[in-house]
């Protein structure tokens, strides 16, 4: 089988790519995607090299929560001018029992807010690293209007809902910049509900 040998040079990683000829005289390309830097790691995806380059964040909860019958929990995110946000998951654990109606959840853009509430600590998927999430992330804020629906979720009870699983599909929100987002919890049961929430994103410089 007669081959030719290429380098390619992109960024940090050397890819070599093989052309060989196959029995049926079919011309092949065999890419090794192997990263020389550091020695011995592949880059699996986009999500994968965003966290190994310290620009993947969350935002949680950080404990139970209780959110009152027939009372809403707002998240705010406020997305910069710059990097771009890439929104990868929305996930909700809920716990309640005997509730007359189910909880819902809903991303809108652009709300009015005329009290940010609590601002959020975000942290960096590489543990390591310095770099600080640009987005900022406010939970309990206050809201005249929710502004444009996106989303809308009804939520499972008793299990972790993952309204947008990056794992299993590439979902993304990618946000405008300067502007802000409301993740909306809703409990319109006739009893509280216990819960987490978390959120993961990436951030993005072209």
């Known amino acids: 089988m007669a081959t030719q040998d290429i380098s390619i040079w992109d960024e940090s990683n050397i890819k070599a790519v093989d052309v060989s000829t196959d029995t049926n005289s079919k011309n ?12 011995g790691k592949y880059v699996d ?10 620009k993947a964040f969350t935002a949680n909860s950080n ?3 209780t959110i009152n019958a027939n009372t809403t929990l707002y998240i705010q995110l406020v997305a910069p001018a710059s990097p771009e946000i890439h929104l990868r998951d929305i996930s909700l654990n809920i716990t309640k029992g005997g509730a ?21 600590t975000c942290f960096n998927t590489k543990r390591d690293s310095t770099n600080t999430a ?14 444009t629906r996106l ?11 993952y309204v947008s699983p990056s794992y ?17 919890i809703e409990n319109p049961s006739n009893q509280a509900i216990s819960m987490t929430w978390f959120i993961f994103w990436l951030e993005e410089t072209h």
């Open 28 to 39: 092949r390309l065999m890419v090794d995607a192997y990263v020389t830097t550091p020695p």
């Open 45 to 54: 995806n986009e999500v994968t090299a965003m966290i190994e380059a310290g």
């Open 168 to 184: 299993t599909s590439p979902f993304k929100w990618v946000l405008k910049p300067s502007t802000k987002y409301l993740i909306t």
């Open 134 to 147: 640009a987005m900022v992330v406010y939970s309990g804020s206050t809201v005249t209007n929710t502004g």
């Open 100 to 120: 007359s109606v189910p909880t819902n959840m809903y991303l809108s853009e652009a709300p009015t807010v005329t009290a940010n509430g609590t601002q959020l």
């Open 151 to 161: 989303l809308a979720y009804v939520t499972h009870t008793d299990w972790e809902t």
């Open 63 to 65: 404990a139970v929560i």
